[in-house]
């Protein structure tokens, strides 16, 4: 199982384009797979990951996640071949629903259907994404275009974030895979992992990447890390998709799904998540207590 570093997951007042691209540099220098960044209310996530991936070589830069509904699949596409020529090959998109609260209240647009919205969002997506002419006409989007964007990858890796049956389907036939938050080792195992393995096998697709974000902290102190995470994290534990996702782990707080221990607590969950079906765990660094990020970096460091 891949290990990567995730950021972004909550607010930053110290995020910059320099902050980034210099943990970028820190996630390679270390030796970790990847480093992915959250779309929410700052930068935009896929301009900050093509920075990202344009100064360093190696590692894999991506987004976890993208929304779909404040652009239209071509606009996203074109951006996301761009960001990939950028990165010399190494941007993967993740795309996700976000969620009603965001997209209705905050954005004033529809969240009716979000299944159907991501199917066909898909339909004109990932023919862009592998340099095809997306021609499509469905209820809710309809193309007739190519892009020219020779130097990126061919294709663009696209993930989804997909937690309920219909959106793992979805993920599996048309995608490479998924990217998890707030999904434990247990509803990976007998939940994400088969029902998205199964779709892409009936789709003829490779077996798919099961991307799994969490948080971790590696401490002594145990209750006050908890207590601390749940502080942090508390908005998650009320979203319905992600709520669904504990309640189906029998987690009641975020703190729950959290790693969150010593040295050989950690690596318990770690070799727990591996045996699930991740393929990929990407982890959140939380400062519960000052110096648990530094601390928490050189941990996973040596689990390379």
């Known amino acids: 199982m891949k290990l990567g570093i995730?950021?972004?997951?909550?607010?930053?007042?110290?995020?910059?384009?320099?902050?980034?691209?210099?943990?970028?540099?820190?996630?390679?220098?270390?030796?970790?797979?990847?480093?992915?960044?959250?779309?929410?209310?700052?930068?935009?996530?896929?301009?900050?990951?093509?920075?990202?991936?344009?100064?360093?070589?190696?590692?894999?830069?991506?987004?976890?996640?993208?929304?779909?509904?404040?652009?239209?699949?071509?606009?996203?596409?074109?951006?996301?071949?761009?960001?990939?020529?950028?990165?010399?090959?190494?941007?993967?998109?993740?795309?996700?629903?976000?969620?009603?609260?965001?997209?209705?209240?905050?954005?004033?647009?529809?969240?009716?259907?979000?299944?159907?919205?991501?199917?066909?969002?898909?339909?004109?997506?990932?023919?862009?994404?592998?340099?095809?002419?997306?021609?499509?006409?469905?209820?809710?989007?309809?193309?007739?275009?190519?892009?020219?964007?020779?130097?990126?990858?061919?294709?663009?890796?696209?993930?989804?974030?997909?937690?309920?049956p219909m959106m793992l389907e979805l993920a599996g036939r048309y995608t490479d895979g998924t990217v998890l938050w707030m999904t434990g080792p247990a509803t990976i195992a007998d939940h994400v992992a088969p029902v998205i393995a199964a779709a892409a096998k009936e789709a003829g697709r490779p077996a798919p990447r099961v991307i799994a974000g969490f948080p971790v902290v590696l401490t002594d102190d145990v209750e006050g890390a908890r207590a601390r995470v749940d502080e942090i994290l508390q908005i998650y534990g009320q979203l319905p998709s992600y709520r669904a996702m504990m309640d189906r782990e029998g987690a009641a707080n975020p703190s729950d799904i959290a790693l969150i221990g010593n040295a050989a607590a950690l690596d318990a969950r770690i070799d727990r998540i591996a045996a699930s079906g991740a393929t990929e765990l990407i982890a959140v660094l939380l400062e519960t207590d000052p110096g648990a990020k530094a601390r928490t970096m050189d941990y996973l460091q040596g689990k390379l």
């Not at 606009?75 to 795309?95: D, E, K, N, P, W």
């Open 6 to 164: 995730m950021t972004g997951a909550i607010p930053d007042p110290a995020a910059s384009i320099d902050n980034f691209i210099a943990l970028a540099g820190e996630v390679e220098a270390r030796g970790f797979a990847s480093l992915w960044l959250a779309n929410t209310f700052g930068h935009d996530a896929v301009t900050a990951m093509a920075m990202a991936g344009r100064e360093t070589k190696t590692i894999e830069v991506g987004t976890a996640v993208t929304p779909i509904h404040p652009r239209h699949p071509s606009a996203l596409a074109q951006q996301a071949l761009t960001a990939s020529a950028l990165a010399r090959g190494r941007f993967t998109l993740g795309v996700g629903l976000s969620h009603k609260v965001v997209t209705e209240d905050t954005l004033g647009l529809s969240y009716a259907q979000p299944a159907k919205t991501m199917r066909e969002y898909l339909e004109i997506l990932m023919p862009l994404l592998a340099h095809e002419t997306a021609k499509f006409k469905g209820d809710l989007y309809r193309s007739k275009i190519a892009i020219a964007v020779n130097d990126a990858a061919n294709p663009v890796p696209v993930v989804v974030a997909a937690l309920g």
